[in-house]
T-cell receptor
Framework: QKEVEQNSGPLSVPEGAIASLNCTYS??????FFWYRQYSGKSPELIMS????GDKEDGRFTAQLNKASQYVSLLIRDSQPSDSATYLC????????????FGPGTSLSVIP | DGGITQSPKYLFRKEGQNVTLSCEQN?????MYWYRQDPGQGLRLIYY???????QKGDIAEGYSVSREKKESFPLTVTSAQKNPTAFYLC?????????????FGEGSRLTVL
């Protein structure tokens, strides 16, 4: 199993719906997780971080971490066409904490 | 304004040539990283550095070299030994005391081998 895994998508949702992006991880990463958004042809930007079990909300974004299931998700409420991007899940390696590992990313398309 | 500057944005190279990608930051960040991204794929770590004059190999360091002579600068050389260098290269940094994983990225350098 890779350290951080994501469904590549594409995931398509209608405008105004909730988009749910998922990430699973192995025991080889530490349990701090980061969600990045990357528009086509651009560099990634950090949008959410989560360090403890449960939910963390920031505007229309909610990150959820379930350590028992080794599962982290990002929910986007009231999806907008401007949310169409690739979403990358990242975590530090457990063996080398300074090494940040990214998942392959999930492509999201919000249909007007 | 503070940020990370990568240059050039676009670079074309002939096979067998070495090229150096520049990464400069004025954020006073200690840690710097180089990632490679191929179309439709995530980021793969090439090299990273936590302090001046020290750096570590990432997952795909073969065919690449780096230096960290100054805190602000972390150039990446793509050597002729790199078998498939055409890719999007991203430089990132993180702040001292910041939680590892909170990275700031430059705009990237797109390398094409002709």
């Amino acid at each position: 199993q890779k350290e951080v895994e994501q469904n590549s998508g594409p995931l398509s949702v209608p405008e105004g719906a909730i988009a749910s992006l998922n990430c699973t991880y192995s025991d080889r990463v530490s349990q701090s997780f980061f969600w990045y958004r990357q528009y086509s042809g651009k560099s990634p930007e950090l949008i959410m971080s989560i360090y403890s079990n449960g939910d963390k909300e920031d505007g229309r974004f909610t990150a959820q971490l379930n350590k028992a299931s080794q599962y982290v998700s990002l929910l986007i409420r009231d999806s907008q066409p401007s949310d169409s991007a690739t979403y990358l899940c990242a975590a530090p390696s457990k063996t080398s904490y300074d090494k940040v590992i990214f998942g392959p990313g999930t492509s999201l398309s919000v249909i007007p | 304004d503070g940020g990370i500057t990568q240059s050039p944005k676009y670079l074309f190279r002939k096979e067998g040539q070495n090229v150096t990608l520049s990464c400069e930051q004025n954020l006073n960040h200690d840690a710097m990283y180089w990632y490679r991204q191929d179309p439709g794929q995530g980021l793969r770590l090439i090299y990273y550095s936590q302090i001046v004059n020290d750096f570590q190999k990432g997952d795909i360091a073969e065919g690449y070299s780096v230096s960290r002579e100054k805190k602000e600068s972390f150039p990446l050389t793509v050597t002729s030994a790199q078998k498939n260098p055409t890719a999007f290269y991203l430089c990132a940094s993180s702040a001292p005391g910041q939680n590892t994983g909170e990275l700031f990225f430059g705009e990237g350098s797109r390398l094409t081998v002709l």
